[in-house]
T-cell receptor, first 113, second 113 residues
Framework: KQEVTQIPAALSVPEGENLVLNCSFTDSAIYNLQWFRQDHGKGLTSLLLIQSSQREQTSGRLNASLDKSSGRSTLYIAASQPGDSATYLCAKAIGGNTGKLIFGQGTTLQVKP | SQTIHQWPATLVQPVGSPLSLECTVE??????LYWYRQAAGRGLQLLFYSVGIGQISSEVPQNLSASRPQDRQFILSSKKLLLSDSGFYLC????????????FGQGTRLTVV
């Protein structure tokens, strides 16, 4: 059974701190890995997509890395802001052309002013 | 640009009543379409996916069904709702390829009473 695990489940940091969210997955067969943001009660917003042939992707203050051999991905957030407070989800795409995603449970981040 | 519409945003239904949730995508053709459910305190679980009109794959046995009557329309239905059907339902789309990015709607909060 394929699984995706995110640690920690919750994180509280002061504004301005750099932080790392972790995602691990079983089975190194992966098509891509995607990081999402979910504000409370809302849908998912795609943050970064890393193809299986890539090692990292960057967007603004966000940097995501992928290490297939160890089954891990990290999301690095630089200079955190209160507006970054949300739940962050990672998802592994499996299954060729189907694009099916297996999600982790998420890390809920609170950035305090 | 592509957009995804999902409605209604919230729904309260009695046990035993029927259900119909609708999702439409604009700005793309022949997308892969997905229905996910996020139960309270749990991660997102894939319920159904479709790679083309009339093609529906079910991921988990349940009280729900899905249909794709048009290329960019995906419908989630039930003939008789159960209490356990309560949750946050999310529609998503991606290009027909496991390498592509997935985009989500804003979700429907379903409460079965």
């Amino acid at each position: 059974k394929q699984e995706v695990t995110q640690i920690p489940a919750a994180l509280s940091v002061p504004e301005g701190e750099n932080l790392v969210l972790n995602c691990s997955f079983t089975d190194s067969a992966i098509y891509n890995l995607q990081w999402f943001r979910q504000d409370h009660g809302k849908g998912l917003t795609s943050l970064l997509l890393i193809q299986s042939s890539q090692r990292e992707q960057t967007s603004g203050r966000l940097n995501a890395s992928l290490d297939k051999s160890s089954g891990r991905s990290t999301l690095y957030i630089a200079a955190s802001q209160p507006g970054d407070s949300a739940t962050y989800l990672c998802a592994k795409a499996i299954g060729g052309n189907t694009g099916k995603l297996i999600f982790g449970q998420g890390t809920t981040l609170q950035v305090k002013p | 640009s592509q957009t995804i519409h999902q409605w209604p945003a919230t729904l309260v239904q009695p046990v035993g009543s029927p259900l119909s949730l609708e999702c439409t995508v604009e700005g793309t053709s022949n997308p892969n379409l997905y229905w996910y459910r996020q139960a309270a305190g749990r991660g997102l679980q894939l319920l159904f996916y479709s790679v083309g009109i009339g093609q529906i794959s079910s991921e988990v046995p349940q009280n729900l069904s899905a249909s794709r009557p048009q290329d960019r329309q995906f419908i989630l239905s039930s003939k008789k709702l159960l209490l356990s059907d309560s949750g946050f339902y999310l529609c998503a789309w991606s290009v027909y390829s496991g390498l592509s990015e997935a985009f989500f709607g804003q979700g429907t909060r379903l409460t079965v009473v």
